[in-house]
């Protein structure tokens, strides 16, 4: 291992030389002299523990080329169960606060741990979000103190059941695992009263009630339109956007932001281009907007979406959205390439019909004129490359621009300008040079 993983690795030589009494280890396994820590001394795993030999490869390679950097004496820290729990453990917590794809559909979230007691999100969209946002803080303030109850077994020899004999590090643990719940128990108590009218969500929702109607009148509309089919919904788990005919709203993990469409300002902050989706190997837009309230009592948020899901967000919603940054907004890549097609055909050369020739239908699409022909007008000459095409004006330039994608790699848009396809009449080969607009 390289010096590149240096800082972390004296982390964790640090943690486990504070952390590992080493007498209680030397009482079971022979005692490997300083600086000879080459071979793991053959110390029987406990029962139901396993031993990380095989998982770590690099990390014993590292060993061996350099003793010196690691813990010299008991070598065998690495291969405590003790070390083994707390990467599973780290593992398990960050997948179970950040839910990748993998813990949703083995059902390993709280919604669905806990879904008897949440009930329906579609029978009762507020009341399900209040339980869950508190069910959710209430797990993930738990997960420390199930850390230090895990270690109770995985390391049974530091007696971390006896808080009294312990080590003061793991003391103050166990103070922080303790007390996290413990505030979080408070603050959910303190929403719950009063039927969760304390809750954030219950008292965005209050700043919408009319006069003399409390904020169950607003829950009571948003549950009914968050049940209609037609409501725009996209978005990851953790950051979900839910638009219906009155409301934008965002759920995240611990939080719902709610905005009445009649007051909001929309405003398009910026938008990222990432070459490749995981799902699509396409090219995607992420755009952000700012749904900023009229009500300065109501926090203002920030929603995502793919730019191709972007018009059916304007469907839906009432107010424009304004762009600050001249964001052009590529619905998709079929979009983004017409535009580009077309500008590039309106430098080129135009061709005059002779005037006895009548210009035809599209033969592509039948809706409007033909309005391009095929001349060869770059200096290719080379064999394989452009040739002249002889056919009459037949294509519209929309249809032939989706032909001249239609022929191109998806998965390597940064190709098709530069590439050639045949005529889809004649098959002779012409590229974007060739195209011209008919006069
Ligand atoms: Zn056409
Ligand atoms: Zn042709
Ligand atoms: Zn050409």
């Not at 009482?27 to 000879?36: E, I, L, T």
């Not at 001249?326 to 055909?345: C, K, P, R, W």
């Not at 033909?370 to 037949?394: F, N, T, Y």
């Not at 239609?406 to 190709?415: A, E, G, I, K, L």
Request: hydrophobic letters at 40%; charged letters at 15%; glycine letters at 6%.
């Amino acid at each position: 291992m390289g010096g590149g993983g240096g800082v972390s690795n004296e982390g964790l030589e640090n943690f486990i030389s504070q952390n590992t009494p080493r007498d209680s280890i030397s009482q079971s396994a022979p005692r490997v002299p300083r600086g000879q820590g080459l071979r793991f001394p053959e110390r029987p795993a406990p029962p139901g523990a396993y031993r990380t030999r095989t998982l770590w490869p690099v990390r014993y390679a590292g060993w061996r080329a350099s003793p010196g950097r690691f813990p010299g004496g008991d070598g065998g820290a690495m291969d405590s169960p003790e070390v083994t729990f707390t990467l599973a453990y780290l593992v398990f917590a960050v997948c179970f606060v950040f839910t990748p794809t993998e813990f949703h559909s083995a059902g390993l979230t709280v919604q669905n741990l806990l879904s008897g007691w949440l009930g329906s999100e579609d029978a009762a969209f507020v009341p399900y979000h209040l339980r869950r946002t508190a069910a959710t803080l209430l797990c993930h303030s738990l997960l420390p103190l199930g850390y230090y109850v895990g270690m109770c077994f995985a390391a049974s020899e530091k007696q971390l059941y006896y808080p009294s004999q312990t080590p003061e590090t793991w003391r103050a643990f166990l103070l922080l695992a303790l007390m996290l719940p413990t505030i979080t128990c408070t603050l959910i108590y303190y929403w719950s009263r009063d039927r969760w009218a304390r809750h954030p969500l219950a008292r965005t929702l209050a700043l919408y009630a009319l006069p003399r109607s409390g904020w169950r009148a607003v829950a009571s509309s948003v549950n009914t339109e968050f049940r209609r089919i037609d409501k725009f919904a996209t978005g990851v788990p953790g950051a979900r956007v839910i638009v219906t005919d009155t409301w934008v709203m965002k759920v995240t993990t611990y939080r719902v932001h709610v905005a009445q469409q009649q007051d909001v300002h929309l405003t398009l902050m910026e938008s990222q281009q990432h070459d490749l989706s995981p799902d699509s190997h396409l090219p995607v837009q992420l755009l952000t907007i700012r749904v900023a309230s009229a009500n300065p009592a109501v926090q203002a948020f920030d929603i995502r979406l793919n730019s191709t899901e972007y018009g059916e967000l304007c469907e839906k919603l009432r107010a424009p959205i304004r762009s600050v940054a001249n964001v052009v907004i590529h619905q998709s890549l079929g979009d983004l390439f017409l535009e580009t097609f077309a500008s590039l055909v309106e430098v080129n050369p135009a061709y005059s019909v002779p005037s006895s020739q009548d210009l035809e239908a599209c033969i592509g699409c039948m809706q409007t004129r033909a309005s391009v022909k095929l001349v060869k007008h770059c200096q290719a000459a080379a064999a394989g490359e452009c040739q002249q095409c002889r056919c009459r004006p037949m294509w519209c330039l929309a249809c032939m621009g989706k032909w001249f994608a239609s022929r191109q790699d998806p998965q390597r848009p940064d190709t098709w300008l530069a590439s050639r396809v045949p005529c889809p009449t004649c098959r002779a080969r012409f590229c974007i040079l060739d195209v011209c607009a008919v006069r």
